[in-house]
């Protein structure tokens, strides 16, 4: 774990120099209310893993156990880990930080006070540079899309497709050999993206290994249902080139291929410019209070 995320920045044209100013102290000022942040030594079979913040059932409390401080950086700037570059120790120290957060706290807030603890504890100083990346570009098909409006008439599953539990958007199921069947309800083109791409945070994609980078082409604003059936798992070309056992064959396409039979939808890999996050500077052994 060398390399490693993105960051994203966002310049503002205000009015008046003193608007900035206070936009600056405004975030500058958004900090835990306590946090401990120390370097992780002894048992190397120690338990590791995140929990709590905005959106979690324990918002008001982050505990980061035995990570990486590409890890931290993820949580601060929300770069992918091929996007981050530094000093080879990033890949290989530990750190556990366990922080209260302020009630009402915003997912978009808790990035900034990251930022803020990182820049305290490990005096940490970067820079970005830009590099080209592979990215898969999703766009309409030559014919249109075949999506379903959303609300257009009662909701009706596929035959043999799974229905979506109540509070739930999406189901999945699988056929033997290795199908997987899934069923999109009121679904935006960016939030089927991130389905069909990483969140690096959870870096399995349903039905298997993410595809990779997702970039939404398709100009679609609306929300959607529909169904999908592919073979095998997602990763590039749709599924990975094992043979089945015993002569069995697919009974479904490629991801690709049904992305743009049965959706109307491609799906083409491409290289993009993306930024990238340098690591000037960190303390390997962090300020702890």
């Known amino acids: 774990m060398g390399a490693v995320a993105r960051t994203i920045a966002v310049f503002f044209l205000l009015p008046v120099f003193a608007s900035e100013t206070a936009?600056?102290?405004?975030?500058?000022?958004?900090?835990?209310?306590?946090?401990s942040v120390k370097r992780a030594v002894g048992d190397d079979d120690a338990p590791?893993?995140?929990?709590?913040?905005?959106?979690?059932?324990?918002?008001?409390?982050?505990?980061?156990?035995?990570?990486?401080?590409?890890r931290l950086l993820n949580a601060a700037y929300g770069f992918d880990f091929d996007q981050m570059s530094g000093p080879a120790w990033l890949g290989k120290e530990l750190y556990s930080v366990d922080a209260k957060v302020s009630r009402g706290t915003t997912k978009?807030?808790?990035?900034?006070?990251?930022?803020?603890?990182?820049?305290?504890?490990?005096?940490?100083?970067?820079?970005?540079?830009?590099k080209d990346f592979p990215v898969y570009e999703l766009s309409v098909a030559k014919g249109g899309p075949k999506l379903r409006n959303s609300g257009e008439g009662p909701v009706k599953p596929d035959p043999g497709f799974p229905l979506p539990r109540p509070g739930e958007k999406w189901a999945i199921s699988r056929v033997p050999p290795r199908n997987v069947r899934q069923t999109f309800r009121?679904?935006?083109?960016?939030?089927?993206?991130?389905?069909?791409?990483?969140?690096?945070?959870?870096?399995?994609?349903?039905?298997?290994?993410?595809?990779?980078?997702?970039v939404d082409k398709t100009?679609?604003?609306?929300?959607?249902?529909?169904?999908?059936e592919f073979a095998g798992y997602?990763?590039?070309?749709?599924?990975?080139?094992?043979?089945?056992?015993?002569?069995?064959?697919?009974?479904?396409?490629?991801?690709?291929?049904?992305?743009?039979?049965q959706l109307g939808l491609v799906l083409?890999?491409?290289?993009?410019?993306?930024?990238?996050?340098?690591?000037?500077?960190?303390?390997?052994?962090?300020?702890?209070?």
Do not use: C
């Open 108 to 130: 978009d807030q808790l990035k900034i006070m990251w930022q803020n603890l990182l820049a305290e504890r490990f005096h940490l100083k970067t820079h970005i540079v830009q």
């Open 219 to 228: 100009g679609l604003a609306g929300r959607y249902d529909f169904t999908l």
């Open 48 to 70: 590791s893993f995140m929990r709590g913040g905005p959106g979690t059932s324990d918002p008001e409390r982050i505990t980061y156990e035995r990570q990486f401080l590409p």
């Open 268 to 289: 083409r890999e491409k290289k993009a410019p993306l930024d990238v996050l340098v690591v000037d500077y960190a303390d390997r052994v962090p300020t702890e209070n």
């Open 23 to 35: 936009v600056a102290q405004d975030s500058g000022s958004l900090k835990f209310e306590v946090a």
């Open 186 to 214: 009121n679904y935006s083109m960016m939030e089927f993206i991130q389905q069909l791409g990483w969140p690096l945070s959870t870096m399995a994609g349903v039905g298997g290994v993410a595809l990779g980078r997702v």
């Open 234 to 261: 997602r990763g590039p070309g749709g599924a990975f080139p094992l043979p089945l056992p015993d002569g069995q064959t697919d009974t479904a396409p490629t991801l690709i291929d049904a992305l743009q039979q």
